[in-house]
């Protein structure tokens, strides 16, 4: 089993529309959990960290389901900047892992 | 403020060169990453250094690859001899911590002809 996975998509939503994302991870024991985002051709940055009772910004909300191992992203209201590609990351034995990411393509 | 700053940004090179990869971290970040992102495997870490001390070097390929830190503000990743198989983006990335927030550079664009 991969130690962070994600649906690669591509996502592909309406401006304007609510589009969710989930992440599964391995270790149980993990504590760190942050969504970052990548454009195309540039470096990961982080979009927010993810905390055990959910947190919210703005149009973004993630939250965290320990029994089932899994996080999530939710976008509200999509913007044609939110196009680009999502990386859940997670620790694990150390080190954060990243995931290979879901590409989201918003439509006009 | 400065973040974490990469040369060069693009680098091609022919199979058998030596090719060095220049990293400075963000000033007062004790953890400096470097990571190989291809389209296959996605983004992967090569080795992850803790106060200039290498911790965790796992992920570096094999003896081709070598990383060192000589202090706090400068990093290198070498290859030699480089490989077409190496063509890929390499990206720094520094924090205060292993599991901190970490903080990417632009990146190098490596191709190995």
């Known amino acids: 089993r991969k130690e962070v996975e994600q649906d690669p998509g591509p996502f592909n939503v309406p401006e304007g529309a609510t589009v969710a994302f989930n992440c599964t991870y391995s270790n149980s024991a993990s504590q760190s959990f942050f969504w970052y985002r990548q454009d195309c051709r540039k470096e990961p940055k982080l979009l927010m960290s993810?905390?055990?009772s959910g947190n919210e910004d703005g149009r973004f909300t993630a939250q965290l389901n320990r029994a089932s191992q899994y996080i999530s992203l939710l976008i509200r209201d999509s913007k044609l900047s939110d196009s680009a590609t999502y990386l859940c990351v997670v620790d694990a034995w150390g080190n954060l892992i990243f995931g290979k990411g879901t590409k989201l393509s918003v439509k006009p | 403020d400065a973040g974490v700053i990469q040369s060069p940004r693009h680098e091609v090179t022919e199979m058998g060169q030596e090719v060095t990869l220049r990293c400075k971290p963000i000033?007062?970040?004790?953890?400096l990453f470097w990571y190989r992102q291809t389209m296959m495997r996605g983004l992967e870490l090569l080795i992850y250094f803790n106060n200039n001390v290498p911790i965790d070097d796992s992920g570096m390929p094999e003896d081709r690859f070598s990383a060192k830190m000589p202090n706090a503000s400068f990093s290198t990743l070498k290859i030699q001899p480089s490989e077409p198989r190496d063509s890929a983006v390499y990206f720094c990335a520094s924090s205060f911590g292993p599991l901190q927030t970490q903080y990417f550079g632009p990146g190098t664009r490596l191709t190995v002809l």
């Open positions: 993810v905390y055990s």
């Open positions: 000033s007062g970040h004790n953890s």
